[in-house]
């Protein structure tokens, strides 16, 4: 069992639609951190989180620690949007756990 | 440049063979990270340090071996290449206390 669930696991969407990607996680953590992966392979940073909300230009992140939840959200997607977006938490034992990934594709 | 370099980007090598795979950070950060990714996995963790001299094993330690005697390098090493360890490898660091990190653009590795 993963200690960090993404979902969905796939998601294709048209150009111009709001994208929500889930994270769950079942440990105590300290902070989380939304990563992006381009198709090239490269992994940049996106957000990193311990609580509430913060935004981005068209990109949202939320958490809620009591539920163990967290969102991503792109408003007014666009092609160069796609990519696997990445969850991962430290927990409060310093542990650092990754979800799979949710591949985006937005096409025009 | 500034950044953290990984070399080398493409590896192919045999079974049995001793690999190294270098990482290199220009940000004087304390925390140095080697992850593998493998389809159906996500990253996973196989050690860390948190300073010079100072390594602990992550999730999937077993079958690699690392040093780190300054703190801009943190050098990989597969003693005995397994076709197991076939994968991406991603080195990133983190400054102390923060949990952002900063990833390398990755090696990708093929045992044969």
């Known amino acids: 069992k993963n200690e960090v669930e993404q979902s969905p696991q796939n998601l294709t969407a048209q150009e111009g639609e709001f994208i929500t990607i889930n994270c769950s996680y079942s440990v105590g953590i300290s902070a989380l951190h939304w990563l992006q992966q381009h198709p090239g392979g490269g992994i940049v940073s996106l957000f990193m989180l311990s609580s509430g909300k913060k935004k981005h230009g068209r990109l949202i992140a939320t958490i809620n620690i009591q539920e163990k939840h967290s969102s991503l959200h792109i408003t007014a997607s666009h092609p160069r949007d796609s990519a696997v977006y990445i969850c991962a938490v430290r927990s409060a034992g310093n542990q650092f756990y990754f979800g799979t990934g949710t591949s985006l594709t937005v096409i025009p | 440049d500034a950044g953290i370099t990984q070399s080398p980007r493409y590896k192919i090598t045999e079974t049995g063979r001793q690999v190294t795979l270098m990482c290199h950070q220009t940000?004087?950060?304390?925390?140095m990270f080697w992850y593998r990714q493998d389809l159906g996995h996500g990253l996973r963790l196989i050690y860390y340090s948190a300073a010079a001299d100072i390594t602990d094993k992550g999730e999937v330690p077993d079958g690699y071996v690392v040093s780190r005697s300054k703190t801009e390098n943190f050098p990989l090493t597969l003693e005995s290449a397994t076709r197991s360890q076939t994968s991406v490898y991603f080195c990133a660091s983190s400054e102390v206390g923060v949990f952002e990190q900063f990833f390398g653009p990755g090696t990708r590795l093929t045992v044969l």
């Open positions: 940000w004087s950060h304390s925390y």
